[in-house]
């Protein structure tokens, strides 16, 4: 996977289903702290609520060290496990959906509940807007100064960032490219290594 999708803003919307209120939030979450964090937020503003159930791909959608969902007391696969589908099924990483409910003193039983959360999840999956985010890597090339403005041509022809210049014998260049670019560069250029990914 070279790229996916994550929210640009905060956003809600709200739907009712038998006179009990689902709440939905989205937020760019890019790590489980942030994650934790953005529930806890929620818990905080919505506190005499009667369940506070989320689903995150805290990371990378391929990353599942980075996933969490909760039933928050709901029937067990209820809540939690529908929000969370939602988020798997739309390649979006760094995103965490809180579905706030106010129970309306009708029960919807198992299946009720299932298609609720789940609703909520898709209105606000709808309703905010994604921007997508390229997976990038960190690098270092070396060159000839006399080659400098050819490298530097072929990193911004491949969507790359150039982060660093280092001068000596010879130029070496920190740079940040797209995970599978391979730009173009002149023959005496040679990586040095490739850092993280990020």
Known sequence: MTDYRIPTDTA??????KKSRF?????????VEEAKA?????????????????GFIAGAPSDSNQYGFSDDNEPSGTAGMPIFTHLEHANVGETT??????????????GGLAK????AAKAIMEQCELKTKILMRNARIQT??????????????ADGIILNAQYS?????????PLLAEPVLPFQAQWLEEDSTT
Do not use: M, W
Request: glycine share 10%; net charge negative.
């Open 12 to 17: 809600h919307t709200e739907i009712e289903v």
């Open 23 to 31: 709440i939905a939030y989205i937020g760019h979450t890019p790590g």
């Open 38 to 54: 953005f529930i806890q937020s929620l818990k905080e503003q919505y506190p005499d609520a009667r369940h506070h159930c989320y």
């Open 97 to 110: 959906i809180v579905v706030v409910r106010y129970f309306g003193g009708t029960k919807l039983g198992t």
């Open 116 to 119: 609720a959360y789940g609703d």
């Open 144 to 157: 000839p100064f006399a080659q400098e403005a050819d490298v530097r041509r072929g990193i911004e022809n």
């Open 169 to 177: 014998d010879e130029v070496v260049l920190e740079v940040e490219v």
